[in-house]
């Protein structure tokens, strides 16, 4: 899959997707929202409405899907039950294996590393964080879990909550476009 998306379910937690969107966009990345459903119009954990750039019909008929780069980059923000959500929808779990196993970089938050990323192949010795409390799956799986903020290993990029949101959202842009850019952002904000 060819391209940075963040992927939305009813129940997301908004501060986990919109931060790093922010914090992508001020870097210059083209990252687009994608409701997993036919209608673009989905609804966070506390009740606020947000319009997606894309419902997922669009996003499959406009995505080149087949080789990818590890700056290609799905975004799955935590939530619930909008990490559940994401989980269970199939047609979007497919895609993601896929992708992770052509070299493309996923990024997951708060519940999302436990509940999303838990379902791709081989996640065993790769270092990862999640909320705490739903750490079981990934150690299940193999991996070994981080309590930080934010952990990268390879073409994984995992937070553990809303608190480290705009951590998430610069460790993501580092990624695709440099430390560099990623400082040009930070100093922006004056953090």
């Not at 999302?112 to 379902?119: D, E, F, I, Q, T």
Request: aromatic share 8%; glycine share 12%.
């Amino acid at each position: 899959m060819k391209g940075i998306y963040i992927f939305l379910a009813d129940g997301f937690e908004i501060s986990e997707a919109m931060t790093p969107v922010d914090m992508l966009r001020r870097g210059g990345v083209n990252v687009k929202t994608v409701s997993i459903y036919d209608d673009r119009i989905v609804t966070s954990s506390n009740r606020i409405p947000v319009v997606a750039d894309m419902a997922f019909g669009e996003f499959k008929a406009s995505t080149t899907f087949g080789p990818c780069l590890p700056t290609d980059v799905m975004i799955f923000p935590g939530g619930m039950p909008g990490s559940s959500n994401l989980a269970a929808f199939s047609k979007l779990m497919d895609i993601m294996v896929q992708h992770y196993t052509e070299g493309g970089t996923v990024a997951a938050i708060c519940a999302a590393p436990s509940l999303v990323l838990s379902k791709l192949p081989d996640i065993a010795g790769k270092k990862m964080t999640c909320y705490d409390g739903f750490e079981e799956a990934l150690i299940a799986k193999g991996a070994e879990y981080v309590k930080e903020g934010v952990v990268k290993d390879g073409n994984i990029i995992t937070g553990r909550g809303p608190g480290w949101a705009l951590e998430f959202g610069l460790e993501i842009l580092s990624h695709i476009k440099g430390a560099d850019m990623a400082a040009k952002v930070r100093s922006g904000l004056m953090l």
